[in-house]
């Protein structure tokens, strides 16, 4: 069981920058595609996703996000960023980190919260 925790979450201006951390207990080693993932859900919303980045280093963003967010890893501490700059008050959201290696894992984290607002 890999265990998951978000960090780095808070209360800013719009404007301002965050950069979350998502430490993990253990590394998943396969062969195959693994998944590190970016997700937020704001109130009376859907969970969404943000960013994505791959074992091979590939990533993807979503549309509201793209050029102001950047995720990125640091495998020698066991740790997944998203760097987020010029946030707006629609970014406001509880963000979860997440693992994957489909079919076989699926890990969450417990979630930060960041509230952008003046």
């Known amino acids: 069981q890999v265990q998951l925790v978000e960090s780095g979450g808070g209360l800013v201006q719009p404007g301002s920058s965050l950069r979350l951390s998502c430490a993990a207990s253990?590394?998943?080693?396969?062969?195959?595609?693994?998944?590190y993932g970016w997700y937020r859900q704001a109130p009376g919303k859907q969970r969404e996703l943000v960013a994505i980045?791959?074992?091979?280093?590939?990533?993807n963003y979503a549309d509201s996000v793209k050029g102001r967010f950047t995720i990125s890893r640091d495998n020698a501490k066991n740790t997944v960023y998203l760097q987020m700059n010029s946030l707006k008050p629609e970014d406001t959201a509880v963000y979860y980190c997440?693992?994957?290696?489909?079919?076989?894992?699926?890990?969450w984290g417990q979630g930060t919260q960041v509230t952008v607002s003046s």
């Open positions: 980045i791959t074992s091979g280093g590939t990533t």
């Open positions: 253990e590394m998943i080693f396969s062969i195959f595609t693994i998944y």
């Open positions: 997440n693992h994957q290696l489909p079919p076989k894992y699926d890990y």
